[in-house]
């Protein structure tokens, strides 16, 4: 017990003998300016330095198509493209990313103008739900990208080889974005008829 007694003690320590400004309530919290070109337009935001990308996405500059499904970066359905990467936009900070070029779904095409992988997904009944949609395609169109610059995956057989769009790489390579619905073998066909293979 003499642990409990010890910690018992140090908590009735006041603030200021230990040299600790004492605080009145919560932390306030610490702002600063982040600059960000979203879909193409430039956006200036004045953040809590703990915002994520994804709050800042959906609750300040109101893109609500990326979504928090875990808010762990095990699901995916917060994917955005960064810079031409694909990120887990919940486990960033949005001030980390201060001049980045970031693409949301919103981006990527409209009703009238899709863009293919969202057409492709239409198209093979790749969606169901929607809830992990956005996320889905965003992964999708970059991961043509990185297949088409060469970047090997953990499947890739020969790393000396032009890189091939297959079932295996594109399977592997979406396994961070979970589909609650199942509609894995559409999103592949979907991704497959992109690449430019028939599906």
Not at 36 to 58: I, K
Not at 89 to 117: F, K, N, R
Not at 129 to 140: E, F, L
Request: with cysteine.
């Amino acid at each position: 017990m003499a642990g409990a007694t010890a910690c018992a003690a140090l908590a009735a320590v006041p603030a200021r003998a230990e040299g600790r400004p004492e605080t009145a309530g919560p932390e306030q919290p610490v702002l600063a300016k982040v600059s960000l070109t979203v879909n193409g337009q430039r956006r200036e935001l004045e953040l809590d330095t703990r915002t994520s990308l994804l709050d800042a996405a959906r609750e300040h500059l109101h893109l609500t198509g990326s979504k928090k499904g875990c808010d762990h970066g095990q699901c995916g359905a917060c994917t955005m493209i960064v810079d031409g990467r694909r990120i887990n936009s919940c486990l960033t900070l949005a001030v980390m990313h201060q001049g980045s070029e970031i693409t949301t779904i919103e981006g990527l095409g409209q009703p009238d103008a899709l863009h293919p992988m969202q057409a492709a997904f239409i198209k093979h009944d790749g969606y169901q739900c929607g809830y992990c949609t956005p996320g889905q395609i965003c992964s999708g169109v970059a991961v043509l990208a990185e297949i088409k610059a060469g970047i090997p995956s953990h499947v890739t057989v020969d790393l000396n080889a032009p890189m091939q769009v297959t079932d295996a790489e594109i399977r592997e390579r979406m396994s961070g974005n979970i589909c609650r619905c199942g509609a894995y073998s559409n999103i592949v066909e979907a991704m497959t008829e992109v690449a430019g293979r028939p599906a």
